[in-house]
């Protein structure tokens, strides 16, 4: 890739990565609960998810959702579940019932990014724009795949230390009261968003 397409590549694919979507509302919020250091489970599993997905995509899979519509509602419907399972979970003050919640695990990582409608988006549109058939397909794909993870690796690193910097900033108890219903009401709205869209 000249510098050129590498910019034109950033600008295509960094407004959608790094805009707010499941996966990036529960980085901060993870981030800002429990910290960088436990969130990084659920941050590589999510990042190693979607590494596979985009390789899948990139080898034809999407051809197969493409022609089976049944598979992307199903995906839909079981990420908003999930979405809204995980918004009633973190929707509970975080100061006073700290010790009865824990830190999402690798498990739900793998989870979330499974049922990530917003994310798969990412790589049909990345493949669709910079993908040539003229040169090496595999190479390519593998390229990408590479490029796209080092991208989701670094934006969503940024949502993570976001939620703990505001952790930080609003960290009086009354404050801290607050900041789990907003993560939760934040990601009731977009289980609301990705069911109507």
Known sequence: M????????????LPIVISPGPANILY?????????????????????TSAFQTL????????????????????????????????????KPSKTLQKDIKPLIFKYGVIVELLNMKFLIVPMIMFSQFYSPQHDGVMQVLILTGAL???????????????????????????????????????????LWLLLS
């Not at 034809?60 to 918004?87: D, E, K």
């Not at 607050?178 to 709205?189: H, K, M, S």
């Open 56 to 91: 899948a995509i990139g080898f034809g899979v999407g051809f197969l959702m493409a022609n089976n519509p049944s598979i992307v509602s199903f995906l839909r419907y079981g990420g908003v579940c999930f979405i809204l399972y995980l918004a009633f979970k973190l929707s």
């Open 2 to 13: 000249d510098v050129e397409l590498i910019g034109l590549w950033l600008a295509t694919l």
């Open 149 to 191: 993870l080092s991208l989701t690796l670094t934006s969503s690193m940024v949502w993570i230390l976001g939620g703990k910097s505001l952790t930080l900033f609003m960290s009086e108890d009354s404050t801290q009261r607050i900041q789990g219903p907003v993560f939760g009401i934040l990601l009731c709205i977009t289980a």
């Open 28 to 48: 901060a919020a993870s981030g800002g609960s429990f910290g960088v250091k436990a969130t990084v489970p659920f941050w590589l599993a999510t990042n190693i």
